[in-house]
């Protein structure tokens, strides 16, 4: 079992930054694919950004392509989301997430296939 636990959130200008964190305990990340997911007031949970289990590719949903950065730590057991150019838009809970198995294709965005959970950090971008 992997239990994240999020932190970074808050308010922040349109145009702001902001970096999330996500600190794993119960055992190590290292051979998990790791995944940021963000929930809107009325939407359904949408996929951000993920890592493959060695850190050598990262996906992101185009609408966070250039201004996001999803980066881990396996020493430390951890993984981030730095956030740039924030726009209210990206107003959402954030949430950290673990996969299992093996992953291709379209199943990094496919929130199905993570099943270790954040209890989410929100994020207010402000216009």
């Known amino acids: 079992q992997v239990q994240l636990v999020e932190s970074g959130g808050g308010l922040v200008q349109a145009g702001g930054s902001l970096r999330l964190s996500c600190a794993a305990s119960g055992r190590s990340i290292s051979s998990h694919v790791m995944g940021w997911f963000r929930q809107a007031p009325g939407k359904e949970r949408e996929f951000v950004a993920a890592?493959?289990?060695?850190?050598?590719?990262?996906y992101y949903t185009d609408s966070v392509k250039g201004r996001f950065t999803l980066s881990r730590d396996d020493a430390e057991n951890a993984v981030y989301l730095q956030m740039h150019s924030l726009e209210p838009q990206d107003t959402a809970i954030y949430y950290c997430a673990g996969g299992v198995g093996i992953f291709s294709g379209g199943d990094y965005r496919n929130d199905r296939k993570y099943v270790y959970w954040g209890q989410g950090t929100q994020v207010t971008v402000s216009s």
């Open positions: 890592s493959t289990w060695s850190g050598g590719n990262s």
